[in-house]
């Protein structure tokens, strides 16, 4: 009899921003549970359960509760990740709920709108990490990676590492507690979906000195580039859930 299949729980903030690249990777190794806030999905009340959890990004703000009123729930969710060692990947608002669930700020980008390919940092903290240490092999030290953003992580959570940083946004990868990580750019953004982050909000990339054209030529020739920053990370994320099992999550 087959060993049951770890449980990775998905919180999905908007329909454009899914698990897109890291999906396929992650699907392989455990059982995704989706749940689509912005199409009327609970949130379970813990992480009993899971292996697993992953909190996407989205165009709402950190702390804007009112626009997306799951959003205290979905913090609560990381804190009890944080404090239950439950593996947690945050990725952009994710990463920016994490870090305000954890103790940290997020704040506007004094520095604008981050989009496109932008070349992030490795930390010396990066090399012995479980998550960025297999992409840094992989990626090496200096990935351009896919961003589209404004607001920022000022202020890390206390006790925080940062992992990789940026020239325009510091905070651009951290780890808080043993196994929670936070991501400000996208490594599962797929080309179709960037194009249409691009061009959804065109006005904010011409206002930021970039055209839309070039930003999705150079995303374009920089694919095999990406494929590999996504499997790297999706590979990393299920070995880490993976190191120890749980059982199967009840229903909510």
Request: hydrophobic share 45%; with cysteine; aromatic share 4%.
């Amino acid at each position: 009899m087959p060993e049951p299949r770890p449980a990775v729980l998905v919180v999905e903030h908007e329909g454009p921003v899914g698990l897109g690249r890291l999906g396929p990777v992650l699907a392989a190794t455990a059982d995704l549970d989706v749940r689509r806030l912005h199409r009327g999905d609970p949130l379970p009340a813990g992480l009993d359960g899971y292996a697993g959890l992953v909190v996407l990004g989205g165009t709402m703000g950190a702390g804007d509760d009112d626009v997306a009123p799951w959003l205290p729930a979905t913090r609560r969710l990381l804190a009890a990740g944080v404090e239950a060692d439950v593996p947690v990947l945050g990725i952009c608002l994710g990463a920016q709920l994490l870090a305000v669930a954890a103790g940290g700020r997020v704040e506007r980008g004094s520095r604008g709108l981050e989009a496109g390919l932008v070349e992030v940092v490795a930390t010396a903290a990066a090399d012995g990490d479980p998550l960025l240490g297999p992409v840094t092999v992989r990626c090496g030290r200096r990935p351009a990676v896919p961003q589209f953003h404004q607001d920022a992580v000022t202020v890390l959570p206390p006790g925080a590492v940062l992992l990789a940083s940026g020239e325009r946004y510091p905070h651009q990868a951290y780890r808080v507690g043993r196994r929670a990580w936070g991501l400000q750019y996208h490594p599962e953004v797929s080309a179709a979906d960037f194009a249409g982050w691009v061009h959804g909000d065109l006005d904010a990339v011409t206002a930021a000195g970039l055209r839309a054209p070039d930003v999705l030529t150079a995303y374009a020739a920089a694919e095999p580039h990406l494929a590999d920053l996504a499997t790297a990370h999706a590979e990393a994320f299920a070995a880490i859930m993976h190191s120890e099992t749980v059982p199967a999550p009840s229903s909510p």
